[in-house]
T-cell receptor
Framework: DAGVIQSPRHEVTEMGQEVTLRCKPISGHNSLFWYRQTMMRGLELLIYFNNNVPIDDSGMPEDRFSAKMPNASFSTLKIQPSEPRDSAVYFC????????????FGQGTRLTVV | AQKVTQAQTEISVVEKEDVTLDCVYETRDTTYYLFWYKQPPSGELVFLIR??????QNEISGRYSWNFQKSTSSFNFTITASQVVDSAVYFCALSESGAGSYQLTFGKGTKLSVIP
């Protein structure tokens, strides 16, 4: 069974550009999470979807960040416009149920904004 | 609010030594779940174990073992006879019951280097 698939693995972009990160969760998983990992703040939850519906986006840093899940097998995280402080590793994770279950993570997208 | 502390930032051991990674948590809930994840140099996060607050039995899986002690709010992870492939950053995480139960609160991680 394929794991969580994220693309691209690496992204380098100039400040002000739009960036779109993509995620395909594990088939049959109902919950999807976007996390961000930085040296300073560690792993932080950005947004959580359950059955394709955003449930908690309180971790999204600002309006420049948006996430969508148009169907059960695809999600995007968009940053527009990007800033150097957005540089981080962004992880997508999915789990079978939302509550207190282990989440399975993708390999992450390393974003560098110059 | 929940909190996970991994006081050891970095640990180095020589291959075949045993090593214990510490994890201390804070929560007001009586029902909660604890997790360990491994992040090897390739970058992905690999799930290792989930333990609920009502199960204090120690868990052993091959060279890995976990010691859960509610009295000290600790969930420590021991690797026996470490190998170079164990080199990674290890994260302890907590999820509570109730409204925020989908959210994993991670510690800052412990970087383990196993030297051949």
């Amino acid at each position: 069974d394929a794991g969580v698939i994220q693309s691209p693995r690496h992204e380098v972009t100039e400040m002000g550009q739009e960036v779109t990160l993509r995620c395909k969760p594990i088939s049959g998983h109902n919950s999807l999470f976007w996390y961000r990992q930085t040296m300073m703040r560690g792993l932080e939850l950005l947004i959580y979807f359950n059955n394709n519906v955003p449930i908690d986006d309180s971790g999204m840093p600002e309006d420049r960040f948006s996430a969508k899940m148009p169907n059960a097998s695809f999600s995007t995280l968009k940053i527009q416009p990007s800033e150097p402080r957005d540089s981080a590793v962004y992880f997508c994770a999915s789990s079978k149920w939302a509550l207190n279950t282990e989440a399975f993570f993708g390999q992450g997208t390393r974003l560098t904004v110059v | 609010a929940q909190k996970v502390t991994q006081a050891q930032t970095e640990i180095s051991v020589v291959e075949k030594e045993d090593v214990t990674l510490d994890c201390v948590y804070e929560t007001r809930d009586t029902t909660y779940y604890l997790f360990w994840y491994k992040q090897p140099p390739s970058g992905e996060l690999v799930f290792l174990i989930r333990r609920n607050s009502f199960d204090e039995q120690n868990e052993i899986s091959g060279r890995y073992s976990w010691n859960f002690q509610k009295s000290t709010s600790s969930f420590n992870f021991t690797i026996t006879a470490s190998q170079v492939v164990d080199s990674a950053v290890y994260f302890c995480a907590l999820s509570e019951s109730g409204a925020g139960s989908y959210q994993l609160t991670f510690g800052k991680g412990t970087k383990l280097s196993v030297i051949p």
